[in-house]
C-alpha cells in the first residue's frame, strides 16, 4: 500500500499545487478592501518623481511607505475601510498632508500639489471631501458607513435592511421564496429581480444559500463597518450572478477603546390597528432587542480586539386553524417579562 501511494503521489502534486494557487488567489480577489491612487506635481503642474509618500491608517497606526514612479504616481491597494492620513515629501518641496477615507471596493483618489519650500511654513495639510467620484472603477454601487447605520433605524435591525437605500432596489422577507427563510431573514431584490440571485459576502466570504437565495448568516448591525451594494458591472470578486451583490465589511479594534449599548423594546400597544375592520384591541405582540459592542487594543498598534453580542426576543399570537385556538410564540415573553438587565414591560 505504501508504494502504491508513493507511485501516485508525483502525480498528485502538480494538481494539489493548481488547487492551493486557485484558492489563493479567489481569497485575494474576493478580499473587501479598498485602494489609494494619487498623482504628486509641483506647483506648475509638472510631475514629482521619486517622492516618498507614507500612508498611516489612522484607527490602528499601521504605516505602509511608498514611492512615486516616473509618472509621479503612487498607489496602495488592499487598504481596510477607514480614514488615513497620507503625507507626502519631497526634496525642494514643502511636506503635503491629506486626510482621505476609504470606502471598501472603491478606489479613493490622493492627488496632491506640493509648494517650493520656504522659511515661513514647511508643512501644508490638504482636506480631501468625503464624497468622491470615482473614475477608475466601471462598477454602479454604493456604500454605507459605520456612522449612517448607526442613525438609521432597522426593522429588526437586519442588516439586509440597509439594501432599502439604495436606487432600484426591493427588500423583501425571507418567507417570499423559502418557508424556512421567514422574519429573520431578508431577499435584496435588484433592478426588477427576484433577489435569489443575489450574492452576498461578508469579509469577502460567500455566505449566500445556494439552494434558495438569501443568506445562510445574519450578524449583527452593530458589527457591520460598512455595507457596499453592487448593481451592475461586477467585477471578478463577486461570482455565479448576474444581478446585484452585497459586500459587508465587519467591524475591528484599534488604538482607542469604544463600546455601546442599546435596548429596544416594542409591545402592541404601540401598534397602530391595521384597518378598521381589524379586532379591538391589537392582539399581544412583544419584542424586546438588546445587545453590546466594544472594541480596543491589546497591543498598541500592533494586535486589537472587538466583542459584539445581540439577542432578539419576540412573541406573538397566530390562530393554528379557524376554531381551533391560539398558539404563542416564545411564551415566557408574553406578559409582563423581566429582561436580565432590569427592564420590564
Do not use: C
Not at 506647483?43 to 498611516?56: C, D, L, N
Not at 471596493?105 to 522659511?119: E, H, K, N, P, Y
Not at 446585484?244 to 455601546?260: C, L, P, Y
Amino acid at each position: 500500500m505504501g508504494e502504491r501511494m508513493s507511485r501516485l503521489s508525483p502525480r498528485l502534486v502538480p494538481l494539489l499545487i493548481i488547487f492551493i494557487l486557485g484558492i489563493t488567489f479567489a481569497a485575494r480577489a474576493q478580499h473587501p478592501t479598498g485602494s489609494i491612487e494619487g498623482t504628486v506635481t509641483d506647483p506648475t503642474g509638472a510631475v514629482i518623481p521619486r517622492a516618498t509618500v507614507k500612508i498611516t491608517e489612522v484607527s490602528t497606526g499601521r504605516v505602509i511607505t511608498l514611492a512615486t514612479d516616473e509618472a509621479g504616481v503612487y498607489i496602495a491597494r488592499n487598504l481596510l475601510p477607514g480614514a488615513y492620513k497620507i503625507e507626502v515629501s519631497a526634496s525642494g518641496f514643502m511636506t503635503g498632508i491629506l486626510e482621505v477615507t476609504v470606502f471598501v471596493g472603491q478606489v479613493t483618489r490622493g492627488d496632491i500639489s506640493l509648494r517650493v519650500a520656504g522659511v515661513a511654513a514647511e508643512v501644508e495639510v490638504v482636506a480631501v471631501p468625503e464624497a468622491q467620484v470615482d473614475t477608475v472603477r466601471h462598477q454602479v454601487d454604493g456604500v454605507i458607513r459605520a456612522r449612517e447605520i448607526d442613525q438609521l433605524p432597522l426593522n429588526a435591525r437586519n442588516f439586509l435592511e440597509l439594501a432599502r437605500l439604495e436606487p432600484g432596489v426591493i427588500v423583501r422577507d425571507g418567507g417570499s421564496i423559502d418557508p424556512t427563510k421567514v422574519n429573520a431573514y431578508r431577499v435584496v431584490g435588484v433592478a426588477g429581480r427576484g433577489g435569489t440571485g443575489t450574492r452576498i459576502q461578508i469579509d469577502g466570504i460567500d455566505v449566500t444559500d445556494e439552494m434558495v437565495g438569501s443568506t445562510v448568516l445574519n450578524i449583527s448591525d452593530d458589527a457591520v463597518a460598512e455595507f457596499q451594494l453592487t448593481r451592475s458591472s461586477l467585477d471578478l470578486s463577486t461570482s455565479l450572478t448576474a444581478s446585484g451583490a452585497v459586500s459587508i465589511v465587519t467591524r475591528s479594534g484599534g488604538n482607542d477603546v469604544h463600546g455601546s449599548f442599546f435596548y429596544f423594546g416594542r409591545n402592541q400597544r404601540l401598534s397602530a390597528i391595521p384597518q378598521p375592520t381589524s379586532p379591538r384591541p391589537n392582539p399581544p405582540f412583544h419584542r424586546h432587542q438588546l445587545g453590546y459592542r466594544a472594541s480596543g487594543p491589546f497591543v498598541k498598534d500592533k494586535l486589537f480586539w472587538f466583542s459584539n453580542w445581540e439577542r432578539f426576543f419576540q412573541a406573538d399570537e397566530f390562530e393554528i386553524a379557524p376554531g381551533r385556538g391560539v398558539a404563542v410564540w416564545f411564551p415566557q415573553m408574553v406578559g409582563r417579562t423581566s429582561l436580565p438587565l432590569g427592564f420590564a414591560t
